[in-house]
């Protein structure tokens, strides 16, 4: 069954340089291939505590319908492609969708 999933993505590097675009795009496409497709939210501030030290960090949240499976390869991809991240953050938003095309004439 597919959810609607959110993913949360660094917009710079652990030293503090910036991701470019292009960067990111390699990864959209990575996520496409695995879900089908991919819904980039405007950039948001993200602050959270890691051993006792105040990380803040703005993060782009990107939401995806994907099984359990999927969503596991995305993370697992994410973890790769942005690889001096601590973590990646995942969250199920809902169980139950609606996804209805329009009938060709």
């Known amino acids: ?15 503090g340089k ?15 291939a695995i ?4 819904t980039i ?3 948001a501030k993200g602050q959270w505590y890691h051993h ?3 990380f803040s960090e703005r993060m782009i949240p990107v939401r995806l319908l994907a099984t359990k499976d999927e969503i596991d390869q ?4 994410t973890l790769q492609h942005y690889d001096d991240q601590l973590a990646v953050l995942a969250y199920k ?11 060709l004439k």
């Open 18 to 32: 910036p991701i470019h675009t292009r960067f990111h795009r390699v990864w959209d496409s990575k996520v496409r």
């Open 52 to 54: 006792e030290e105040l």
């Open 1 to 15: 069954m597919r959810s609607l999933w959110e993913i949360l993505v660094p917009t710079t590097r652990n030293n």
């Open 35 to 38: 879900s089908g497709g991919l």
């Open 93 to 103: 938003i809902s169980d139950e969708i609606i996804l209805k095309f329009r009938e």
């Open 41 to 43: 939210m405007p950039v």
């Open 74 to 77: 995305v993370i697992d991809v």
